[in-house]
């Protein structure tokens, strides 16, 4: 061995035993954070349960209101064609009774006329003599 290598040996050995030791602290994980309090821990829960209430809440708020005006508009609907088979009814039935009481003015005219052709002295009397 000469004395250079003798020189250089320690040397060489300090650097590699130097950079082991710098790759393996830069290898290890960082210090790990503080974990949080209870207390902490609480605060942050009830947050989150505030913040689903309130999610909730406008769901349920938004369901009603949806149900609502689809109730609303299936009264109006069936209000609608209620009122509209009642016309239709009393128009038919306005119909009917015209019908009924123009057959019945009809016949008691024809009845009438029978009678009065019996009688002497009318004028449907003179009428059917001639």
Excluded: C, Y
Aim: aromatic fraction near 2%; hydrophobic fraction near 40%.
């Amino acid at each position: 061995m000469t004395k250079s290598f003798v020189r250089t040996l320690p040397v060489v050995l300090a650097l590699a035993l130097g950079s082991i030791g710098i790759s393996a602290v830069a290898q290890t994980a960082a210090p790990a954070t503080a974990e949080p309090t209870t207390t902490e821990k609480v605060k942050e829960a009830g947050k989150d349960a505030v913040d689903a209430t309130k999610t909730t809440t406008k769901k349920a708020v938004a369901a009603t209101e949806r149900g609502t005006k689809k109730a609303w508009h299936a009264t109006k609907r069936t209000t609608k064609k209620a009122a509209d088979a009642t016309k239709n009814v009393a128009v038919k039935t306005t119909d009917a009774v015209e019908t009924a009481g123009h057959k019945t003015a009809d016949g008691m005219r024809s009845t009438g006329k029978a009678i009065g052709e019996k009688v002497p002295g009318t004028a449907e009397n003179e009428a059917a003599k001639k």
